[in-house]
């Protein structure tokens, strides 16, 4: 039986982060929650929902030309534990029309991302209990059982700057947005 999937954000490539990232916030009134660099490119986490890091994420590296693809950098979709995680690792593992299957711990969230059938990246995700500064990436063993996990995450993070309960984090971003919007409809 498939887990249930909710569509929780999108990803982007960009020629012009500095241009996309502030039309996004002007026009749409997004907020940018992190930036950082990343495989070699720059990065912009951006979000209108307290309870959500990012809603959309834009990365530098768009290839040249235009029209379909060009501009799609993943398709992000939340699980509701490590378990169902496990179950879409080992569904995907299993086909053979799917490739570059990657595990990865955020510090604010488990994916597990790869490419479909035409070579679109996706992602499958749970969040963590901690808001960590993005980018963040360190392997992840779905091996494990659940605590060795939730403790392995913990312990990568104990003393890294931006560190936080993911209820810090929102109550701090719904103040962001409220004095951005000037509004208590946040999303």
């Known amino acids: ?12 490539f960009v020629w012009d982060i500095k241009t ?7 026009v749409l009134g997004f907020v940018v ?9 720059d990065v912009v986490f951006l979000s209108r929902d307290p309870n ?9 590296g768009r ?11 993943q398709i992000s979709f939340q699980v509701i534990n490590l378990q169902d995680l496990r179950v879409m690792h080992q569904l995907v593992c299993a086909r053979k029309d799917v490739t570059l299957i990657q595990t990865v711990d955020h510090g604010n969230s488990w994916s597990l991302y790869f490419r479909d059938p035409e070579v679109n990246r996706v992602e499958i995700y749970l969040d963590t209990p ?18 060795s996990i939730l403790q392995s995450t913990q312990a ?4 890294k700057p931006g560190v ?10 719904a103040a962001k947005l409220k004095a951005r919007l000037g509004s208590s409809d946040l999303v």
Do not use: N
Not at 20 to 26: L, R, T
């Open 33 to 41: 929650t992190d930036a950082g660099h990343v495989r070699d490119h």
């Open 63 to 73: 290839p040249p030309g235009s029209g379909p693809g060009f501009g799609l950098q």
């Open 164 to 173: 936080m309960p993911m209820a810090q984090w929102q109550q701090e971003m």
């Open 130 to 147: 901690w808001h960590a500064d993005q980018p963040y990436l360190e392997p992840l063993d779905l091996s494990l059982d659940d605590a």
């Open 52 to 60: 959500s890091h990012h809603q959309l994420v834009m990365e530098t």
């Open 1 to 12: 039986m498939l887990p249930e999937l909710k569509l929780r954000h999108m990803g982007m």
């Open 156 to 159: 990568r993070l104990g003393g």
């Open 20 to 26: 996309m990232s502030s039309f996004y916030q002007e």
